[in-house]
């Protein structure tokens, strides 16, 4: 896009220098309010045009060889420079003839979609957070959301009306799904294809900066859920520009090159993005999409390129910086320091306790599920933060995963939860845990989690029990890549073993409605609700996080009648949980602090309703 100042990142990374947009400063320094001169990255191109519509009215101009960054074109700065509210678009020269006009690979702003004209956006905002100092990983409740399906507006603005609500609720941290730009305006948001910029029907940057601003005032930080492994299938012209991707494929798209030949732009690109979302859009912290699925070869990792931006970032404003990522894969390196060999992120999401909870509610065991589903693998996972530990899996027909060394790695340095858009979303209808489960067992589920010293994240609509289901949905305005899309997602929930027919037409508007959350509650949702104030009030007041999970106790053991039904989990406050339809006595008594399902606590023992539980001040 522009470059607002030759700003080197080689006090970030002394192995590689990077051009920022935006000098890296104090959230109260005074961000160059527009950019100073059009510029992009084309190494593929034998010559590059600038078709601009400003105050002067339309006009085309030609571009010339930065003397300066090796394969960056540019209009020097006597001829046009950009004025805030422009339309602009490049064509290319190759092989003797001129490209259509192509949105900006560094956009800030597509207001006519992702495959219409960039615009000239102001880096200023006026910001009121000056008091914000943030909130450390270890103390967050997280609540994840989906923008377009979270209120009827489908907007930050809309958001922005439920965050008393979720102050209320006792949520500290929301995590948005990716709100980069995809083509139409139906889309979980992973197939964002401009990573500076925000889906213009969501409120564009503008909205989402608002957004952040109106959730700090009350409290809550924000994550930002970005995707750095694949471009989305439609409006994604980058390939036109350079080798942003290479030879392989992760399933959603081709790999990104950061590992290859020019993979230096690519990796300041994806650098970039990163310093733009945490200094100028005040964001706390992002949550990294499949980080297994990076081409990520080099000595150094991308992934601690992206904690050394953030730490940057937190040593100019004081502010904590958090990043975390999606990883499936039991690895822990993601979590090791650089100075051990790993990468040194502040947390990764953590599949196993959902899958172990997931499995002893509900009895499933297709698919990934067929690793789970006894007290004692829930039990074991509890105690040791991952299920494999070099550990065969069934599913995998391999062995898989490491050991973490809890001398070094906190339990709230994994994200739990008791579903999220991708458990919920990547079933056949979509449906939701409350669509299927009573409310004992959502509840059941929740205090599992926010009991936990793990990290708790809620998704959109679970603490009351929401009816409505979160299918997948697109609007792709290519036909054949909407069937494309059909076909796949039939394909993979036939090997989960669900029946394809019952899958909703991801293109459907109908499919995306379905998914807007109810906010009229019935008297079972309020229940519901009720208790997950409970939960995260308890969690508070009796602190669950902790630095050494080795010191958590667990236990379980067989019920009256049945294989397997009680867990412990904790000391001070022990959460004591039947996961069996029969009633249980579990040998653990004291002071009752909280109950859902009915309990009878004695001095020596808790006695508990089908899929009840309790959490107990044990005897002295």
Request: with cysteine; glycine share 8%; aromatic share 10%.
């Amino acid at each position: 896009q522009f470059v607002r100042c030759a700003h080197s990142a080689s006090t970030l990374n002394p192995l590689r220098r990077l051009w920022y947009f935006h000098t890296v400063g104090g959230m109260s320094s005074k961000h160059t309010p527009m950019p100073q001169q059009f510029g992009v990255w084309a190494p593929n191109a034998h010559g590059a045009r600038l078709h601009l519509h400003d105050s002067e009215g339309p006009r085309t101009l030609e571009m010339q060889r930065d003397e300066t960054r090796r394969d960056w074109w540019v209009v020097p700065r006597e001829v046009a420079q950009p004025e805030i509210g422009a339309r602009y678009s490049f064509s290319l020269l190759r092989d003797g003839e001129w490209s259509q006009p192509l949105p900006d690979p560094r956009s800030r702003f597509q207001p006519e979609g992702v495959h219409g004209p960039s615009e000239v956006t102001s880096s200023t905002f006026d910001w009121t957070d000056d008091s914000w100092e943030g909130i450390a990983l270890r103390d967050q409740v997280l609540y994840e959301l989906h923008v377009g399906t979270f209120t009827p507006q489908g907007t930050f603005e809309g958001a922005v009306e439920k965050l008393d609500y979720l102050a209320e609720l006792g949520v500290n941290s929301i995590e948005l799904l990716p709100v980069q730009p995809f083509a139409g305006a139906r889309n979980w948001g992973y197939d964002g294809v401009d990573w500076f910029a925000v889906q213009e029907s969501y409120g564009g940057p503008e909205g989402l900066k608002t957004l952040i601003d109106a959730a700090h005032a009350r409290g809550i930080a924000v994550i930002l859920d970005v995707v750095y492994n694949h471009f989305g299938p439609e409006g994604n012209y980058n390939g036109n520009f350079g080798p942003y991707t290479t030879a392989g494929h992760t399933g959603w798209g081709d790999v990104i090159n950061l590992s290859g030949a020019h993979s230096d732009e690519v990796r300041a690109y994806v650098l970039d993005a990163v310093l733009q979302w945490l200094d100028e859009f005040h964001v706390d912290g992002l949550r990294l999409d499949a980080v297994q699925t990076y081409d990520d070869r080099l000595a150094f990792s991308i992934m601690e390129e992206i904690k050394n931006v953030a730490n940057e970032v937190e040593a100019s404003t004081g502010i904590p910086r958090t990043i975390i990522a999606e990883s499936e894969q039991n690895n822990p390196r993601l979590l090791e320091s650089p100075e051990r060999g790993g990468y040194g992120l502040d947390a990764h999401w953590l599949d196993d306790v959902h899958h172990g909870i997931h499995t002893l509610v509900t009895g499933e065991r297709a698919g990934y599920y067929a690793d789970y589903g006894t007290l004692e693998i829930l039990a074991d996972t509890l105690r040791n933060g991952y299920r494999f530990r070099e550990d065969y899996s069934v599913y995998r027909q391999r062995t898989h995963g490491k050991a973490l060394d809890l001398d070094r790695v906190a339990p709230w340095q994994m994200v739990t939860y008791t579903t999220d858009h991708d458990q919920t979303g990547n079933r056949a209808k979509g449906d939701r845990p409350s669509q299927y489960l009573s409310a004992r067992k959502q509840v059941l589920k929740a205090a599992v989690v926010l009991l936990s010293p793990f990290s708790p994240m809620l998704f959109m609509g679970e603490e009351f029990g929401a009816r409505t289901p979160f299918p997948f949905f697109v609007s792709h305005s290519d036909p054949q890549l909407l069937e494309m899309t059909r076909q796949g997602r039939m394909n993979e929930f036939a090997r989960m073993g669900w029946d394809s027919s019952a899958v909703p037409d991801p293109a459907a508007e109908e499919t995306f409605t379905s998914a807007k959350l109810d906010w009229n509650f019935d008297e079972e949702q309020l229940e519901i609700l009720s208790a997950y104030k409970k939960l995260i009030e308890l969690r508070k007041q009796y602190p669950m996080a902790r630095d050494d999970l080795r010191q958590l106790t667990v236990d379980h053991g067989p019920a009256q009648g049945a294989d397997d039904a009680w867990l412990t989990m904790g000391d001070q406050a022990v959460l004591v949980a039947n996961f069996g339809s029969e009633g249980t006595v579990a040998p653990v008594g004291g002071t009752l602090l909280y109950t859902f399902g009915g309990a009878e606590v004695s001095a020596d023992e808790t006695r508990l309703e089908p899929w009840a539980f309790a959490l107990v001040m044990p005897t002295q």
